[in-house]
């Protein structure tokens, strides 16, 4: 069996924001390794499906991709303001947090610089671990049949969307059930004729709150039903303690 000649130092798969934040920290520590990152969508976007009007992330602008682990690094997100000419614009917005759509950009700005790194749509299928001239390598596998050596891998695929049975048969049969990382590109393709007469929204989490606001706002005339699991949706957002898990003594824990 004949491997790639070329062995990587590091070889990420995915390339969400996790990886593009070990990108950026490894350019800036270790700028001499060979590396690269698999992408299995045609390009690194954040969450194009659930960028709503007036949405936003829901923390500090300063947790960004480096800024807590280097914060004179020109690849934080107010430098990103500043190089896009909308720093004092967006000071002057009467938000506490970005919108969506602005760290979307973000992340695309970010990404922009380390093209040369990344292999879009490569879909990763299988790890092993392979003798390539006496040395003990990872060997990644990819849907379209390419193959990746390094000596180190690093796991940040993104999380599976998951639709709970029974939704999940509707699901793969229509186009009138789906995830809400699909809600955008679905939602336009429902009311391409005439808005929907009811809509159920299943989920109690901060998505499902922004969808049934969107859903109400753009089709007041719809029916708009939400399911949580519980008796209420959830506030954990009033909490000071669930930002916690940014903490470095909670990372460690």
């Not at 390009?43 to 991709?65: A, E, F, K, V």
């Not at 048969?169 to 393709?189: D, I, V, W």
């Amino acid at each position: 069996m004949s491997f790639p000649a070329r062995v990587h130092d590091v070889l990420g798969v995915g390339f969400g924001p996790a990886n593009l934040a070990l990108a950026i920290a490894l350019e800036e520590k270790y700028p001499s390794l060979d590396i690269r990152f698999l992408e299995a969508r045609p390009t690194p976007d954040w969450q194009p499906g659930m960028l709503l009007d007036g949405s936003d992330i829901q923390n500090h602008p300063s947790r960004d991709l480096v800024t807590l682990r280097n914060p004179r690094s020109r690849y934080s997100f107010i430098n990103y303001l500043y190089e896009q000419g909308r720093l004092l614009k967006h000071f002057n917005l009467p938000i506490e947090f970005p919108l969506r759509k602005e760290y979307a950009g973000y992340i695309r700005w970010a990404a922009s610089f380390f093209s040369h790194q990344v292999d879009c749509g490569r879909y990763a299928v299988g790890i092993d671990v392979v003798e390539n001239a006496g040395e003990r390598v990872w060997e990644v596998s990819t849907g379209s049949g390419r193959r990746y050596l390094s000596r180190s891998v690093v796991m940040a695929p993104g999380r599976t969307p998951y639709v709970p049975t029974p939704y999940d048969a509707a699901a793969a049969e229509s186009n009138r059930a789906f995830h809400l990382t699909k809600y955008l590109p679905r939602l336009k393709e429902l009311t391409a004729d005439e808005p929907p007469k009811a809509v159920a929204v299943i989920g109690g989490s901060q998505s499902a709150v922004e969808l049934a606001l969107d859903l109400h706002r753009q089709f007041p005339g719809t029916r708009v039903m939400t399911y949580p699991r519980s008796y209420s949706l959830r506030l954990k957002d009033t909490s000071p303690f669930s930002e916690e898990g940014y903490f470095p003594e909670f990372t460690e824990y």
